[in-house]
């Protein structure tokens, strides 16, 4: 089985996703749509690969707003079309932060600024606990999306939709695939001083994170393996 990775700067990796993947059977081909050197101006030229030939897509979190054209570039069309083109394939699409976001664009919904940012370790109400869990899940976004017309909230906070389904695919606004090392990469990258800024401690922070490792692994692998299970395999 073939899953498409899409990965937008050169820190975010898939992490404890991507390791329950291919533990699932899936073979890995990850892109970095943003090269390191290009971090600060991410408006790149990228071309994405067909739709077809995949079993599974999944597109990661990106430090960018996806409405924010003029910043991210003209990149952020292809992605969406190649998502729009999976999706209507049946082909799953697994959407994580800046991926879900990607996703309700791609489909017909909407991203907007959320009224506050969240940064750290969240639990979520959950009305599908088997599928999505209560947490806690590692949130950094600073945007949130409105599901497309007929996906299902699966999961939500006072900030925002925190999963929706549609189809075969689904959106979380938080980071199943963190890892201790993948948070401590974001702080080293500008995170720490958005940290800071609105009053999170960064030292803190990835204290709980490593606190945190071993539950965090669990719900990644119960989140995929529903997900491959429940939403992927469904006949929708």
């Known amino acids: 089985m073939r899953a ?39 408006d790149v030229t990228f071309d994405f690969p067909e739709a077809d030939g995949w079993d599974l897509v999944v597109s ?25 083109k999976a999706h209507h394939l049946g082909i799953p699409v697994l959407g994580v932060c800046f991926g879900a976001q990607a996703l309700t664009t791609a489909l017909g919904g909407s991203v907007e600024a959320s009224p506050r940012p969240e940064i750290g370790w969240v ?13 806690p899940w590692f949130q950094w976004h600073y945007d949130r999306s409105v599901p497309p017309p007929g996906a299902v909230e699966v999961a939500r906070n006072a900030v925002c939709v925190q999963a929706f389904r549609v189809g075969r695919s689904l959106g979380v606004q938080f980071h199943p695939e963190v890892t201790t090392g993948i948070v401590r990469d974001w702080l080293d990258l500008g995170g720490a001083e958005q940290c800071v800024q609105h009053g999170v401690d960064p030292a803190e922070l990835l204290t709980r994170c490593r606190e945190l490792e071993l539950p965090a692994r669990a719900n990644a692998r119960r989140l995929i393996d529903a997900f ?7 006949a929708d």
């Open 228 to 234: 491959l299970d429940r939403v992927a395999g469904s």
């Open 60 to 84: 990661l979190g990106a430090p960018w707003s996806v409405y924010d054209e003029t910043a991210v570039g003209s990149w952020i069309g292809g992605e969406l079309a190649l998502l729009r």
């Open 4 to 42: 498409l990775v899409l990965q937008h700067d050169h820190v975010t990796e898939p992490g404890l996703v991507g390791a329950r993947l291919m533990e699932r059977g899936y073979d890995l081909t990850v892109l970095t749509v943003v090269p390191e050197h290009r971090h600060q101006a991410p």
């Open 123 to 135: 639990e979520v109400d959950t009305d599908d606990p088997s599928l999505v869990g209560t947490g």
